[in-house]
């Protein structure tokens, strides 16, 4: 997970007023009467954002982090990456190649096995569009993380902060 620090001219109360009206609680659109481009949690200064897509996706890039005040302005901590639900996904695709992988050794050691060859076909063509899917999946969640950065820079007007503290920050143009 990459590191993001921003600052914002808006003391961290203005700021969290700002991100609920900018986002949608629910990621179920029939729910909202005006649905926008990004959902998730802001309360007391604490931020869950997720970028609004019509499919689920396991690489779905998560910004979650906290507003600080420090004097006229408020700094963003917070990190960008994986949410922890993605690993579910990608867990069950790697049983199944390694239960394909079992049968078709099963069968190449013992061809009395009950195993019929079209079970090993439809699974090996599952695998193939298992992997397919997750390599589109992995293609669409490249730009999220920049997304939700400008998204936050451009509703709450900040900028990125200089790497004084060793925080790797991240800028739309370096994602």
Known sequence: M???????????????????AGTNRSYRMFFEDEPKAVYGRVESGRVRLWKRIDFTNPF????????EARGPVT????RIGRDVSSWGPLAVFAVSVLANLYAQVVIAINDSSRISRWLLLALLFA????AFRLWRDWRQARDESAFLVEFLRRTLGGTVC????GVETMSPQSA
Do not use: I, K, W
């Open 2 to 20: 990459a590191r993001v620090e921003l600052t914002f001219p808006l003391p961290p109360d203005e700021c969290t007023a700002r991100l609920t």
């Open 60 to 67: 779905q890039m998560c910004l979650s982090g906290t507003f």
């Open 75 to 78: 700094v963003f901590r917070g």
């Open 127 to 130: 695998t193939v569009v298992g």
């Open 162 to 165: 200089d790497n004084e503290s």
